[in-house]
């Protein structure tokens, strides 16, 4: 971090991350909203399209038109099957099973499958003892966290598919540090794309869905609203202002949203949806967030170039 951004103020970077933070912490909530008229794949092809539509927009009003090799379009094609296709799909039907609170904390074990991705995939970046008892200790959290020891209660199905949606989190951000490392683009560039190309792979799985009821379309309908703030703030504009941030304040300040996330969609969930909290949720999340942050020692804190939830540890590709 160059002495630049370590003097940044608070005022040149605080409001951006608030607003990042409300933007990705409220998609769980937009989630739960948009599923009340909209199936799973509908909610992920949905929100993927007007996230293509205005970053599109936007790279075309900056005229930041892109230039790149079919190599390139397939690499990105490759990490956005990971990062903005499936699990698009997955956290949805996840939520039809768990709540926002649950889902959004589960949501934050990202990290834990980054590193080890990173470790398995990537032989020049040796996992040390301390990274690895952040591995042991983050699945240990887990287990807390959705209270395993309570087999009538604990929601296997919903737990399991927000899992694999992290996972592929996981692999997704470990292969955009092998495959788009040597892409020049910029960030608004590169995610425009990467929405566009999953749009096209989640399409067949949104027109296979049964068509949603007509009132879904009424202006005053909540799950079609529900769906366009989706779009709009979780899928683009909040991208948009993490990079802002890694800018103004660095890498490490943008990453730390990770923890901040969770914090809005438990108000979101408790005070609006009215969604119950049980004691083990917040004490698995702290057991998680530790062994997260152990896995992150010694480490260069690095970011995804085009992830519209998460922000993990991944080169900086702007």
Known sequence: MNPGI???????WLPAFIAMALGWGSSFFFISLALDGFGPSQVGFGRILIGAVVLGGLALWFRKRPRLTWRDVVAIGAVG???????????PMAQQEITS???SLLNATTPLWTALFVALLIPAERVSRLQLAGLIIGALGIAVLVGAWDVESFSLLGTVLMLISTLLYGVGSTLSRVLLSKV????TTLSAVQMGLSALMLAPFALAAPRPAPEVWALDSSALWGLLLLGVLGSSFAYLLFWKVVKVAGATTAASVTYVVPVVALFLGLVVLKEQLHWYEPVGAIIVF????????RRKVLVS??????????PDAR
């Open 184 to 187: 020049q683009e910029s960030a």
């Open 6 to 12: 370590a003097e940044a103020p608070l005022r040149a």
């Open 305 to 314: 170039v085009a992830t519209p939830m998460q922000v993990v540890d991944q």
């Open 101 to 103: 609170i649950l889902a």
């Open 81 to 91: 099957a990971c990062l903005s296709g499936a699990p698009m799909i997955l956290i």
């Open 290 to 297: 530790a062994g997260v942050a152990l896995t992150q020692r």
